[in-house]
């Protein structure tokens, strides 16, 4: 298994400077670091999968209409429904945890925001922070123009997907349904009875071993054939 750090987590502040896109978020580096792995001696190149969790899911199918050597692709809870659409989902999730005035004017921000992002007249001069998660304008246009679900379909790649039920900011009900309308694998997992809330993601946690297992189970040698 090979895993890397995307640019704007090691280095979100020149990121942040210059704008930047999903696409240039992650495609560049997943490319090469397929193209690492198919020449390790001991990987077979015929039986390397690109796995990507949230907004790497979402890229994934880019990944791998920028290169198509590589066997399948894995997708951890891969957003499907519009980002801006999600922002206010989540925004008026963390409102019902905490309902009153200040949550309401917290939900009418992003909603704002999520507007200008929807918008495809969107000037690219456009400050982050007037934009949702304070995110660039490159980035939201970037993405209007991506269809995660299209692109998946066109590149035509064996895909397994997994979805926490759980999950509020990536959800069952309305990402991973998507997926399911024109993906035939699949599967969700709501095990255990913490409480969805913004505390909960920062808990450190094992994954599933269920998923660990059914991953292994999806990427074995028969699914390496050609």
Request: aromatic share 8%.
């Amino acid at each position: 298994m090979l895993r890397f750090d995307k640019l704007t987590f090691t280095r979100a502040d020149e990121m942040n400077e210059r704008g930047f896109t999903l696409a240039e978020e992650y495609v560049p580096h997943a490319v090469e670091a397929v193209k690492l792995l198919q020449i390790q001696p001991l990987v077979d190149p015929d039986r390397v999968f690109v796995l990507g969790h949230s907004a790497g899911g979402k890229i994934a199918p880019r990944v791998a209409e920028a290169e198509p050597s590589f066997r399948g692709l894995i997708l951890l809870a891969g957003d499907a429904a519009p980002m801006h659409e999600a922002a206010v989902r989540v925004a008026r999730h963390v409102a019902s945890l905490g309902p009153g005035p200040e949550a309401d004017d917290a939900v009418a921000v992003v909603a704002q925001q999520a507007a200008r992002a929807a918008d495809p007249g969107l000037d690219p001069r456009t400050p982050a922070e007037r934009l949702p998660f304070g995110l660039p304008a490159a980035y939201w246009l970037d993405l209007l123009r991506y269809d995660a679900i299209g692109t998946a379909a066109a590149v035509g790649k064996p895909m397994f997907i997994a979805q926490g039920g759980r999950d509020y900011q990536v959800t069952a009900e309305e990402d991973f349904a998507l997926w399911r309308e024109d993906c035939a694998v699949g599967r969700t997992s709501s095990s255990g009875s913490i409480r969805r809330t913004p505390a909960s993601y920062q808990l450190a946690q094992h994954m599933d071993a269920e998923l660990i297992a059914d991953i292994a189970a999806w990427t074995g040698p028969a699914r390496g054939r050609r």
